[in-house]
């Protein structure tokens, strides 16, 4: 099995020449964090995901996790692990000081998320929902909820959970039926069963801390009669330790594709003791908080699993010997040449490297985002929301399906090697699929984009991203460079503006391709502007490294863009005049 190794010259180019770091933390008032910092923090985080936790991955996939008596066991090592995370204090990254937080920038604490994802994916997924459920019960829970539960949660003493889906309530979560039953202490009796609870129950902590979507008897129909509420494993005690079991069990543990390693629980609440976190009939609104922070770090996974399937097919192909190469005998003292000569497997592996570093380059824009959004002031802070909101479908949809076709040609490239377990290969490749599909489907991502953030907004929250990458194109110093980046920016901009006057059946229809083409587009932006700011620099290997990739990007995979502007502009009838009987004979 490939050894994963952090991509730590790159996460330094980005922060110290492409985002200009230092720069960034002055504007933003974070006068105590400088790249100096970053760089000791991203380095240690490094070396737990390639000595801690990538270790782990494969005997993890193999061994699975187990549920006995009522309780689930996750695979050899990984509760261990986990300590080791909590007590050198990697759960804490990004919580409130105030609460045994440390307060750090996203600009540092993204880097060792996606080192994690790349490591060992099944074991990242439970610590990064216990971040979502930290920023839930900060922005929306009572002080008195706060007090009892956030330190544990932040410093990763107790984890937590997200509980949305239910049998018959998947994407429509307006049919959701578990029911919260108010009591005369101001707490609430949760009854309901939630599917694809994510680390539902584990053998890592001494308790769980569950985030439920309920109704109230009497809330509205539909979304607008949804609360939410923290429901623990165990209740507390008089001192605020764990105490009696609550009336919540696990009826099962999912047997999934991928993801072996992580305890996907059915969870059954029988009339379990919660509280509510906001305002009734508000929930959706409270768990969205979470879920936009996990639609990101789903996006993660995706980057990062294409990250580990292009190392390990990079070196494979380093190393395999078939074949002399095309253009002339390479290693003249062998009776063949390596793989990685060849002109199709050169293709494959440029375009893993330009669709996982351009992808990189637009999580750390969006980090740089994050933290304006958490310490700027008022007016930067609204500006950075509108690009986040933009961005996030982006970024959880095309990272994920960028994943997916990075790890399938890491596959290709070792042949039928790739397709042998022994390799794990096809372990990445089974890891990443849920990516598509968990936070809301791709195809939910992109509706979203092309409804909510574009035609329903007016076109402010695009106007906002605009302006990000206008910013950024000004500053690209090569003439022809910045031109193509001028007319790549304003193409984009001009078909996103024309969505606006799009009948809903048609942007519906559209969705999916205004995605790939908004984020097709946004990649060759940061491409010329990376190769731009190394060829500025004074590593004239890495300035070398990446024109080749913005040259490969810009030629090869950008004229995807125009495929899926093409579709994109077909309109909705080409899909709507097919009945359902006729696909019987399609």
């Not at 059954?268 to 929930?283: K, P, R, S, Y």
């Given at each position: 099995?490939p050894?994963?190794?952090a991509?730590?010259?790159d996460?330094?180019?980005l922060l110290r020449?492409?985002l200009?770091?230092?720069?960034h933390?002055?504007?933003?008032g974070?006068?105590?964090f400088d790249f100096e910092?970053?760089?000791?923090?991203?380095?240690?985080g490094?070396k737990f995901a390639?000595?801690?936790v990538a270790p782990l991955?494969?005997?993890?996939?193999e061994t699975?996790?187990?549920l006995?008596?009522?309780?689930?066991?996750t695979p050899?090592?990984?509760?261990?692990?986990?300590r080791?995370?909590?007590?050198?204090?990697w759960?804490?990254m990004?919580?409130?000081v105030?609460y045994?937080g440390?307060?750090?920038p996203?600009t540092m604490a993204v880097?060792?998320h996606?080192?994690?994802?790349?490591?060992n994916?099944?074991?990242r997924?439970?610590t990064m929902l216990?971040?979502?459920?930290?920023?839930?019960?900060?922005?929306?829970a009572?002080?008195?909820?706060?007090?009892q539960?956030?330190s544990?949660?932040?410093t990763?003493?107790?984890?937590?959970t997200?509980?949305l889906t239910?049998?018959?309530?998947?994407?429509?979560l307006?049919l959701l039926?578990t029911?919260?039953?108010?009591q005369q202490d101001g707490?609430y009796?949760?009854t309901?069963?939630?599917i694809?609870?994510?680390?539902?129950?584990?053998?890592w902590t001494s308790?769980?801390i569950h985030m439920?979507l309920a109704r109230?008897?009497?809330?509205p129909?539909?979304?607008k009669?949804?609360s939410?509420?923290?429901?623990?494993?165990f209740l507390?005690?008089d001192v605020?330790?764990?105490?009696?079991?609550n009336?919540?069990?696990v009826g099962s543990?999912?047997?999934?594709m991928?993801i072996?390693?992580s305890p996907t629980?059915v969870m059954n609440?029988?009339g379990?003791?919660?509280?509510l976190?906001g305002?009734?009939?508000?929930?959706?609104?409270c768990m969205?908080t979470?879920?936009?922070d996990?639609r990101?770090q789903?996006?993660?996974?995706g980057?990062?699993?294409a990250e580990?399937s292009?190392?390990g097919?990079?070196?494979?192909a380093?190393?395999?010997?078939?074949?002399r190469?095309?253009?002339?005998?390479q290693?003249p003292?062998?009776?063949a040449?390596?793989?990685v000569?060849?002109?199709d497997?050169?293709?494959?592996?440029l375009?893993?490297k330009t669709?996982?570093?351009?992808?990189?380059a637009?999580?750390?824009l969006y980090?740089?985002?994050?933290?304006?959004?958490?310490?700027g002031?008022?007016?930067?802070?609204?500006?950075a929301?509108?690009v986040?909101q933009?961005?996030?479908p982006?970024c959880k949809?095309?990272?994920?399906d960028?994943?997916l076709?990075?790890t399938?040609?890491?596959?290709q490239?070792?042949g039928?090697?790739g397709?042998?377990?022994?390799?794990?290969?096809?372990q990445?490749?089974r890891d990443?699929?849920?990516?598509?599909?968990?936070?809301?489907?791709n195809?939910?991502?992109?509706?979203d984009l092309i409804?909510?953030?574009l035609?329903?907004d007016?076109?402010n929250?695009?106007n906002?991203?605009h302006?990000v990458f206008?910013?950024?194109?000004?500053?690209?110093q090569?003439d022809?460079?910045r031109q193509?980046a001028?007319?790549?920016l304003s193409?984009?901009?001009?078909q996103?503006?024309?969505?606006l006057?799009?009948?809903?059946a048609?942007a519906a229809?559209?969705a999916?391709d205004?995605l790939?083409y908004?984020?097709?587009?946004?990649l060759?932006i940061?491409?010329?502007?990376?190769?731009?700011?190394a060829?500025?620099?004074?590593?004239?290997?890495?300035a070398?490294?990446?024109?080749?990739?913005a040259?490969?990007?810009?030629q090869?995979?950008?004229?995807?863009?125009d495929a899926?502007?093409a579709?994109m502009?077909?309109?909705a009838?080409n899909?709507?005049?097919v009945?359902?009987?006729?696909?019987d004979?399609?």
């Amino acid at each position: 099995m490939p050894q994963y190794q952090a991509p730590l010259a790159d996460f330094q180019f980005l922060l110290r020449d492409w985002l200009s770091l230092d720069n960034h933390y002055q504007s933003s008032g974070l006068t105590d964090f400088d790249f100096e910092l970053a760089n000791e923090v991203i380095s240690q985080g490094a070396k737990f995901a390639e000595d801690i936790v990538a270790p782990l991955n494969r005997d993890g996939d193999e061994t699975g996790c187990t549920l006995k008596d009522g309780n689930v066991t996750t695979p050899p090592g990984f509760a261990s692990a986990y300590r080791d995370y909590v007590a050198n204090g990697w759960n804490a990254m990004l919580g409130p000081v105030e609460y045994d937080g440390q307060g750090l920038p996203y600009t540092m604490a993204v880097p060792v998320h996606e080192m994690l994802n790349s490591a060992n994916l099944s074991w990242r997924l439970t610590t990064m929902l216990t971040e979502s459920a930290v920023l839930a019960v900060t922005r929306h829970a009572s002080d008195e909820l706060k007090n009892q539960y956030l330190s544990k949660l932040v410093t990763g003493e107790w984890t937590g959970t997200m509980n949305l889906t239910e049998p018959q309530a998947g994407t429509d979560l307006s049919l959701l039926s578990t029911k919260a039953e108010p009591q005369q202490d101001g707490s609430y009796r949760i009854t309901g069963s939630k599917i694809f609870i994510t680390g539902g129950d584990h053998d890592w902590t001494s308790n769980i801390i569950h985030m439920v979507l309920a109704r109230l008897p009497d809330a509205p129909a539909g979304v607008k009669g949804i609360s939410l509420f923290l429901v623990p494993k165990f209740l507390l005690d008089d001192v605020g330790e764990t105490g009696v079991a609550n009336s919540l069990s696990v009826g099962s543990i999912e047997h999934k594709m991928g993801i072996k390693a992580s305890p996907t629980c059915v969870m059954n609440f029988d009339g379990a003791t919660g509280w509510l976190v906001g305002e009734a009939n508000q929930g959706l609104a409270c768990m969205f908080t979470m879920m936009n922070d996990a639609r990101f770090q789903v996006g993660l996974q995706g980057l990062a699993a294409a990250e580990a399937s292009f190392q390990g097919a990079l070196t494979y192909a380093r190393e395999r010997q078939q074949s002399r190469a095309p253009q002339g005998i390479q290693q003249p003292d062998s009776n063949a040449d390596p793989i990685v000569y060849q002109p199709d497997v050169a293709r494959m592996l440029l375009t893993q490297k330009t669709l996982t570093e351009g992808s990189r380059a637009l999580s750390m824009l969006y980090a740089k985002y994050m933290d304006i959004e958490h310490y700027g002031d008022d007016s930067a802070k609204a500006h950075a929301g509108k690009v986040l909101q933009f961005l996030t479908p982006v970024c959880k949809a095309f990272f994920t399906d960028m994943g997916l076709e990075a790890t399938s040609l890491g596959i290709q490239v070792f042949g039928g090697h790739g397709y042998i377990r022994e390799w794990g290969m096809e372990q990445l490749m089974r890891d990443v699929r849920i990516a598509q599909l968990y936070e809301g489907t791709n195809g939910i991502q992109a509706l979203d984009l092309i409804g909510r953030k574009l035609t329903r907004d007016g076109g402010n929250m695009l106007n906002a991203t605009h302006s990000v990458f206008a910013n950024m194109v000004s500053n690209i110093q090569e003439d022809s460079w910045r031109q193509a980046a001028e007319t790549a920016l304003s193409q984009w901009h001009d078909q996103s503006v024309q969505c606006l006057g799009m009948a809903p059946a048609d942007a519906a229809a559209a969705a999916c391709d205004y995605l790939a083409y908004t984020a097709y587009s946004l990649l060759s932006i940061c491409w010329y502007s990376m190769a731009d700011t190394a060829r500025r620099g004074d590593n004239q290997t890495l300035a070398a490294a990446k024109r080749k990739c913005a040259e490969f990007y810009n030629q090869r995979i950008l004229p995807r863009r125009d495929a899926h502007l093409a579709a994109m502009k077909s309109g909705a009838e080409n899909v709507l005049s097919v009945s359902d009987s006729e696909f019987d004979y399609l």
